[in-house]
């Protein structure tokens, strides 16, 4: 029987994977889950309870190497690897991902974006390519692509999704601001920096003022 492991315990490995490289780059070649801890604002019990889904690391008393805990977080999370990324939609939030110098580095390389927007059709954004939408079917029918960014409206959305999904492209990061579906088999993350603040507001929200 295969162990389920819970989608908030995947979603602290790429904290913690960012943090162990910092430390890395720095130097430190050992480092406890107390240090650790304090430096995420995560209880070191935690750490040994979501590291402990995938194996032993480190020893009591003498913390976790930190070189070998990185290299196992991202043999686990996949980033070891170079990943294929399309980009869909050109507006001002796909243009700042597709000039973004962020994701080289980490493995994610954007091959190429699609928009129906004549006067971005035949650019390139930084290094990335644009290509008219009706073009995206055969492009990735030539390519291997894995994952999906949909930067479309949200009454696009779901239709660029399907395209995706029927494509075979099994990971879908998607910006519009509308919960699209897709099979069970696919995987798709959905940010809206909207909600964010709205949950944030509920902290934040001061007293109403009582009735005299």
């Known amino acids: 029987m295969t162990l389920e492991i819970p989608e908030v315990v995947i979603n602290r490995l790429p904290v913690y994977a960012r943090a162990l490289a910092e430390l890395a780059a720095a130097g430190e070649a050992v480092i406890s889950s107390q240090a650790l801890g304090e430096l995420l604002d995560v209880t070191p019990a935690q750490i040994r309870k979501d590291l402990s889904y995938f194996g032993r690391f480190g020893k009591q008393g003498r913390g976790y190497n930190v070189q070998v805990l990185l290299s196992k977080l991202r043999e686990i999370l996949g ?49 990335v390519p644009v290509f008219h939408s009706d ?63 709205q949950s944030m507001t509920f902290y934040i929200k001061r007293p109403e003022p009582s009735a005299k």
């Open 79 to 127: 980033i070891d690897r170079q990943w294929r990324v399309c980009l869909v939609g050109v507006g001002r939030l796909g243009q700042a991902i597709a000039e973004y110098g962020g994701f080289g580095p980490q493995g994610f390389e954007i091959l190429a974006a699609f928009d129906a927007n004549p006067e971005v059709v035949g650019r390139e954004l930084g290094t």
């Open 135 to 197: 073009d995206l079917d055969s492009f990735l029918r030539q390519n291997r692509v894995d994952i999906g960014i949909v930067a479309v409206p949200a009454t696009e959305a779901q239709a660029v999704v399907n395209r995706l999904v029927g494509a075979g492209i099994r990971a879908i990061l998607n910006y519009a601001p509308i919960n699209a579906h897709v099979p069970n088999d696919v995987t798709i993350r959905h940010i809206d920096p909207v909600l964010a603040m």
